[in-house]
């Protein structure tokens, strides 16, 4: 594939939006103000070119009732100041989404986007492992102060690679992005540069210690080797996921011979033993009962977007940002129609891109698949956390979406 044609647009009236959102997108896992401004106001120049036209898509109309669900939600919040200050971790993403969605309309486009965040998690990956294992940290701030890092040395928590990133799980689902598109482009192309990658993004991976990243990683796996139809591949992977199974969950007569092929690194952090001390309030079992028995208390409106955290450190006694499940969290904070609707939105997209996938050329279907693959790992993540409120891994996950959403073969 050229260059050239995977950095021109189809429009040409539309190329200079292009090369901006390409810029930002380049800038974004180093700074939401460099990164993340340039794709939104590309994303407020396409609706006022084409409000017209995008106020007639029913996925818009969809996103403009459920903006006005969360913003009546969060007039019945018991703090509004902070529900109404929470819409900014939506509002200004379903603006994004939709300007985009009219800028992103080619499988070129797609190749694009995926090479420039999986070259951009090279020094996302030194600067962790700089961090983990030379403890090099500190809070430097470039460019007038135009992006700030908070590297904490060893990592955050300590000793789990967080990088430019404030938490390590945090770090993990943008690994859990930039790791499926670096594999769907080595599958197209093959260069040594993107094996390498590969190699860096699952080392950084590891590092940061979590489950959710880890089973989202074999899954993609399995998922790019039953496509591409190879069988041993999808064999040795299910080999090598029930022995790190077997190693942490197995009864004790086999359990014993498989914790000494599989290191305790997998198998302790698999099954909790490497943090065993954890109190019930930490538990995600708990956050989750406790998300849910406020959904049952204010079902129609919640109670209004980051309740959830004054609400939990009152009772539980525990300072939490979030209940580690999207889904419960808006149920909970924006009640249960804003919650179904967005993800009743989703799931459309999802199911219409199947049928997408269906009508582009054979030597496009494999970007879009991953793109596919890469947003449903987003969405598995948000199952077991948030991480939306890094604003940089909510625009990418939008992103994603949007590319999904109207890509159609280009001629």
């Known amino acids: 594939m050229k260059t050239q044609r995977l950095q021109s647009h189809p429009d040409p009236a539309l190329q200079k939006h292009w090369t901006v959102v390409q810029v930002g997108l380049l800038l ?20 006022r070119r084409l409000f017209s036209r995008m106020s007639r898509e029913p996925v818009n109309r969809g996103l403009a009732v459920l903006s006005v669900l969360m913003i009546g939600a969060a007039t019945f919040a018991v703090d509004r100041p902070t529900a109404f200050l929470g819409l900014f971790n939506f509002l200004p993403f ?13 499988p070129q486009q797609l190749r694009q986007i995926a090479w ?22 500190g809070s430097p701030s470039l460019l007038w102060g135009l992006i700030e890092w908070t590297i904490a040395p060893g990592g955050e928590p300590l000793g789990r690679m967080s ?9 993990a689902s943008y690994y859990a992005i930039v790791f499926i598109l670096g594999l769907g482009v080595w599958l197209e192309e093959r260069k040594p540069i993107l094996g390498v990658i590969l190699c860096l993004n699952m080392i950084g991976l590891i590092l940061t210690h979590s489950r959710n990243a880890w089973a989202i990683a074999v899954l993609a796996c399995l998922a790019f080797a039953l496509y591409q139809g190879w069988k041993t591949i999808v064999a040795l992977v299910g080999a090598v996921t029930g022995l790190m199974l077997g190693a942490a969950f197995a009864p004790e007569p086999i359990v014993l011979p498989l914790r000494t092929i599989v290191p305790r690194f997998f198998w302790a952090r698999l099954n909790d033993q490497m943090y065993s001390d954890r109190p019930v309030n930490q538990l995600r079992s708990t956050q989750w009962e406790f998300a849910w028995s406020m959904t049952e208390q204010r079902p129609l409106t919640g109670w209004g977007l980051r309740s959830f955290s004054k609400l939990y450190t009152e009772q539980m006694h525990l300072w939490l940002g979030h209940p580690h499940n999207l889904f419960l969290m808006m149920a909970a904070e924006t009640g249960l129609p804003a919650a179904l609707l967005l993800y009743s939105l989703v799931s459309w997209i999802l199911a219409q891109g199947v049928l997408q996938w269906r009508k582009l050329h054979k030597l496009d279907q494999r970007i879009y698949f991953t793109f596919w693959i890469a947003f449903l790992a987003c969405t598995l993540f948000n199952f077991l956390d948030v991480p ?12 994603l979406l949007a590319g999904i959403w109207k890509t159609k073969a280009v001629s």
């Not at 974004?28 to 609706?47: M, T």
């Not at 990088?163 to 770090?171: G, I, R």
């Not at 939306?388 to 992103?399: E, K, P």
């Open 28 to 47: 974004l896992p180093f700074s939401v103000f460099l990164g993340g401004i340039p794709v939104l106001l590309v994303a407020l120049d396409i609706w």
């Open 94 to 106: 379903f603006v994004v989404f939709a300007g985009l969605g009219e800028l992103i309309a080619s």
């Open 116 to 137: 420039i965040w999986v070259l951009t998690s090279i020094p996302v990956t030194l600067i962790g492992l700089m961090q983990l294992f030379f403890q090099v940290g």
């Open 163 to 171: 990088s430019v990133f404030t938490y390590a799980n945090v770090l």
């Open 388 to 399: 939306l409120f890094d604003a940089r891994i909510n625009l990418m996950g939008w992103v």
